[in-house]
């Protein structure tokens, strides 16, 4: 398997701008989840999602943010409009259900660094 | 809410040293503790994860351990090589059917060669 994949894997643009981050999670991964990681607040839980259903979203950080997961294979992660501040390194990760032994080990994907200028 | 420490924030250590990282978190129900390797511009890497009911995990130079009623959990690592240079976090899954897990904020690890 590849593993998580996520595009594109650097944005630039520019405030007021709108951003669509991408990822695709492992086959047969029933969890998704977006994080968000910057050196003042480490990383932090944005949304999850099981079987293609939001489940917690509380970590949005407001309703500029927006995330979907259309189909069990692809997720998008969407910023309208983009302020400087949410410049960060974007990480997605799945899950199994249950994993061998019953472990429920994330796997991350590389991020996507956005940078809004 | 639970929050998750890790000390020190950096660590820069001779090659062939056995070395520990320190992890605390304040909630002990969780129900499990991972810890993750970043090395620099990459994602994160799980290199080891606990169960609750279990004391400790090991996987070639590395052995997690876990007191659960502490809230403390160490991740040891035996005869460091350079290439352990990297971050190194942990993350604790609370108690529950939430999936979230809480990140400490890392412990940067240089290996000198």
């Known amino acids: 398997d590849a593993g998580v994949i996520q595009s594109p894997r650097h944005e630039v643009t520019e405030m007021g701008q709108e951003v669509t981050l991408r990822c695709k999670p492992i086959?047969?991964?029933?969890?998704l989840f977006w994080y968000r990681q910057t050196m003042m607040r480490g990383l932090e839980l944005l949304i999850y999602?099981?079987?293609?259903?939001?489940?917690?979203d509380s970590g949005m950080p407001e309703d500029r943010f927006s995330a979907k997961m259309p189909n069990a294979s692809f997720s998008t992660l969407k910023i309208q409009p983009s302020e400087p501040r949410d410049s960060a390194v974007y990480f997605c990760a799945s899950s199994p259900q249950n994993g061998r032994g019953g472990t429920d080990t994330q796997y991350f994907g590389p991020g996507t660094r956005l940078t809004v200028l | 809410k639970q929050e998750v420490t890790q000390i020190p924030a950096a660590l820069s250590v001779p090659e062939g040293e056995n070395l520990v990282l320190n992890c605390s978190f304040t909630d002990s129900a969780i129900y499990n503790l991972q810890w993750f390797r970043q090395d620099p511009g990459k994602g994160l890497t799980s290199l080891l994860l606990?169960?609750?009911?279990?004391r400790e995990q090991t996987s070639g130079r590395l052995n997690a351990s876990l007191d659960k009623s502490s809230g403390r959990s160490t991740l040891y690592i035996a005869a460091s090589q350079p290439g352990d240079s990297a971050t190194y976090l942990c993350?604790?899954?609370?108690?529950?059917?939430?999936?979230?897990?809480?990140f400490g904020s890392g412990t940067q690890l240089t290996v000198l060669p």
């Open positions: 999602f099981n079987n293609n259903v939001p489940i917690d």
């Open positions: 086959s047969g991964h029933d969890y």
């Open positions: 606990i169960q609750s009911s279990q």
């Open positions: 993350a604790v899954r609370e108690a529950g059917s939430a999936r979230q897990l809480t």
